[in-house]
Nanobody
């Protein structure tokens, strides 16, 4: 019953910005944390950023200072503000959530949204 839907991806020039959204819906009791991963063609899926229920955040080194993860608990939505984008940031970005639904803790993944950074 739980669904994660990403939005906000698209084509942007190097140095530009995008804001990704991840909306969780369904029977959700609580969300422990939400995070973002990305996967470029021919590469493994890699961690990008995480935000926990108390607001603490973690970032992978290659996005530190450029990306900001945030969360609206009332809307069960996480955001990823991406600034100073580089061509190497091109990838499918996936939202992930660790949450409790119907008394059971579980992990859920979104379908992904394409981010392309090119001139």
């Amino acid at each position: 019953q739980v669904q994660l839907v990403e939005s906000g991806g698209g084509l942007v020039q190097p140095g530009g910005s995008l804001r990704l959204s991840c909306a969780a819906s369904g029977s959700i009791f609580s969300i422990n944390y939400m995070d973002w991963y990305r996967q470029a063609p021919g590469k493994e899926r890699e961690f990008v950023a995480r935000i926990t229920s108390d607001g603490s955040t973690n970032y992978v080194d290659f996005v530190e200072g450029r990306f900001t993860i945030s969360r609206d608990n009332a809307k069960n939505t996480a955001y990823l503000q991406m600034n100073s984008l580089k061509p190497d940031d091109t990838a499918v970005y996936y939202c992930h959530a660790d949450l409790i639904s119907n008394g059971v803790g579980w992990s859920y993944w979104g379908q992904g949204t394409q981010v392309t950074v090119a001139s």
